[in-house]
């Protein structure tokens, strides 16, 4: 088999991924609202996927002979595959829109344009330009200036033609920016008997164009969404005078001037518009010029307001109280009698944020570390830290300023921590801390007793509502021992440690990944029961696919639930025939990374926070954590049970990346997300 074959490129392999979430927001029996959001998530992915690996690949062009080894391409050649991707998928996106728009109008709900109003809807409009839009609005006139103006990366803009009827008025061309930081991009409108309607602010702006322009003689205004994706890469240069922090800062600052990556615009937009503003930016075939319909930044569609009835969008499904924490019980004294498992969204996170509180209290703590890598924009893990250090606590926080997006975020953070005194590091150099560790020591007669937690999610509580991810809580001297080494390496990064238990990148993750395999590997060819279930956002790593690959050819029995990028190619006769593998996209985000050993059927079970790519294995600070209870082992069987046998929102993953659905194998329905709230609930998951 050729070599290329072996592997799916990564780049195509993520789009066939957010072609999974499409899927959702195509399925009837996903709630209308929940669809349109789906649309929302589609079209959000899509942007971050451009400003990173769109843009990456752009980079490389200049790089062919050495990056083909590298992607199985040429750079110019994969671009062109997304291209033709993308431009599918973005057709398949608007027939999926407009079908959820029969579907609301069914239920009564009409988004409606600028030339639908009613008089009182018209009166409405009026009014809310006048008092909420107008004066947000920054119209340019295009003509008047030297240069073309820049336009920002998240942003999205009318492109306006100016005419008139009279011929000695010449056309004039203007740009306004769409305030939609400022105000909903969602106005609701006064209803009509049961019928409730919705406008998109950029049609409040095109029915008001000749307010907006009202000093002028044009009769005719015309308007065009255009919007603009821009390379997301930080340059982080290497002046020694100022610091990491200092530079991330100028980095994040200079951001906004990235290279174009994409250039989206409606496809009706005249021909002499867009040749003025592509000929202006400087753009060409090679800035993936897309032709799109008459909205653009659907990733709004995220927060699409429910105006009709509750069965429009998806069963709450409150977070639950872990069955072992105790409203005002201390936790410190559970995890001391035994390890537990939080299990996000199921579980309450807040039981998460209730341990650094009472740490930050109790009068035996000593000292608080946590490494952070995203927190949430009013943190309440950042609060119960700046409280335990005014009550004496000494506090360490490792923060990774390169948390992409987050920067800004982190800089802010960094500084408030520094100001109560909490001892602030800024990770490794040229490692990126993605790992997720609490550790927690206290004095207990007259011993120091260690507390951990290490999960595989950020302790971000915005994430913790929607990203399923697990954090074991423990006091096993076996893992706390390992963390506090951890620690130790973050104060200390000269120095080096050995993990008995921990399975930490760059220096020791992947071997011990690759022994575990090869273990399964002897006792498949000695005639022993030998399986391995991964479940891991994405397999890229060509290293770790070639170990799977040999253990297939083992006899291995291999079962890999992958949400996003998977370049093995599952099911080829000869190469990967005991490979399995299905991507589960639902309500809630699949974050979780567990492996499962067979080991001669006495099962090793690991949570960690790295994915099996390049990147997380040889480039980042990452863990891999052992679970050592016997109840938490089962806990975590039977959710993997759940998902291997999910018949409702499991897709199989296949050398033709067609997402056909899995089949239903028996009556009953098992959509796994589900099961697993219910088994969380009824107290029955182990």
């Not at 072609?19 to 929302?40: C, K, S, T």
């Not at 409108?189 to 998109?200: M, Q, R, T």
């Not at 250039?263 to 021909?271: N, R």
């Not at 109840?631 to 046998?645: P, W």
Request: aromatic share 10%; with cysteine; charged share 25%.
């Amino acid at each position: 088999m050729a070599k290329q074959k072996k592997i799916i490129n990564r780049e195509i392999s993520w789009l066939s991924f957010n072609d999974r979430v499409l899927q959702e927001a195509a399925d009837p029996n996903v709630p209308l609202v929940e669809r349109i959001r789906f649309l929302g998530i589609f079209s959000n992915n899509l942007d971050e996927f451009f400003k990173v690996r769109v843009a990456n690949l752009k980079r490389m062009m200049d790089f062919d002979k050495g990056v083909k080894k590298i992607i199985g391409d040429k750079p110019k050649n994969v671009l062109a595959k997304i291209q033709q991707i993308v431009i599918t998928q973005q057709n398949k996106f608007y027939k999926i829109y407009g079908e959820i728009l029969i579907d609301l109008e069914i239920n009564n709900i009409f988004i409606i344009n600028e030339k639908q109003l009613n008089p009182v809807q018209s009166v409405f409009i009026k009014q809310f330009f006048d008092e909420k839009l107008l004066p947000v609005l920054t119209p340019i006139m295009l003509h008047n200036i030297e240069t073309f103006p820049y336009l920002k990366d998240k942003s999205i803009y009318l492109a306006v033609k100016l005419t008139s009827k009279d011929p000695s008025i010449s056309k004039e061309y203007a740009l306004i920016e769409i305030p939609a930081g400022e105000l909903s991009r969602f106005i609701v409108l006064p209803p009509v008997n049961n019928k409730k309607y919705i406008i998109i602010l950029d049609d409040v702006i095109r029915y008001c164009l000749n307010d907006v322009f009202s000093i002028f003689n044009f009769d005719s205004f015309k308007a065009f969404t255009i919007k603009i994706t821009r390379d997301a890469e930080l340059d982080i240069d290497n002046d020694l005078s100022i610091s990491f922090l200092e530079k991330i800062s100028k980095g994040v600052s200079e951001r906004k001037q990235g290279q174009p990556v994409r250039f989206v615009f409606d496809s009706s937009i005249p021909k002499d518009l867009l040749q003025f503003i592509t000929t202006k930016m400087e753009l060409d075939e090679d800035d993936n010029l897309i032709p799109g319909g008459r909205y653009h930044n659907y990733k709004d569609f995220i927060n699409f307001p429910n105006i009709g009835s509750k069965n429009l969008e998806y069963k709450p499904l409150p977070p639950l109280p872990h069955k072992l924490i105790k409203p005002n019980k201390s936790i410190l004294n559970v995890i001391a009698q035994q390890d537990l498992m939080l299990y996000n969204p199921y579980n309450k996170f807040s039981d998460y944020i209730n341990l650094l509180r009472e740490a930050a209290i109790d009068p035996k703590v000593t000292s608080i570390k946590i490494t952070l890598y995203r927190v949430a924009k009013h943190s309440k893990v950042i609060n119960a830290l700046i409280n335990a250090a005014r009550n004496g606590k000494l506090v360490t926080v490792v923060i990774e300023l390169q948390a992409r997006f987050d920067e800004k975020s982190n800089i802010y953070w960094s500084k408030k921590l520094e100001e109560v005194g909490v001892t602030v590091l800024f990770g490794v150099p040229g490692l990126k801390v993605h790992s997720k560790t609490t550790l927690i020591t206290r004095k207990e007669k007259k011993k120091l007793v260690h507390y951990a937690t290490v999960g595989t999610g950020n302790f971000h509580e915005g994430n913790a509502s929607v990203y399923s991810d697990v954090t074991l809580f423990t006091a096993d001297k076996r893992i706390t021992t390992d963390v506090i080494k951890l620690f130790n390496f973050y104060e200390n990064i000269y120095r080096t440690y050995t993990y008995k238990h921990l399975l930490v990148s760059p220096l020791y993750m992947r071997r011990r990944l690759i022994n575990l395999i090869d273990n399964e590997i002897n006792n498949a060819r000695n005639g022993k029961n030998a399986h391995i279930i991964l479940k891991i956002n994405n397999l890229v790593d060509k290293d770790m696919i070639k170990k799977l690959y040999q253990a297939n050819n083992s006899g291995v029995k291999i079962a890999l639930i992958i949400r996003g990028i998977c370049s093995l190619i599952p099911g080829v006769p000869g190469m990967s025939e005991n490979i399995k593998a299905v991507s589960i996209v639902d309500k809630y985000l699949e974050h979780a990374r567990i492996f499962v050993f067979c080991n001669n059927n006495k099962e090793l079970y690991y949570i960690s926070s790295a994915d099996w790519m390049t990147r997380n294995l040889d480039h980042r600070i990452e863990v891999v954590c052992p679970v050592y209870d016997p109840k938490l082992r089962k806990e975590l069987k039977n959710i993997l049970k759940f998902q291997l046998k999910d018949n409702v929102k499991s897709r199989i993953i296949n050398q033709e990346q067609d997402n056909l659905y899995k089949a239903k194998k028996s009556k009953k329905t098992i959509r796994s997300q589900i099961e697993t709230y219910k088994a969380i609930k009824n107290n029955s998951l182990n």
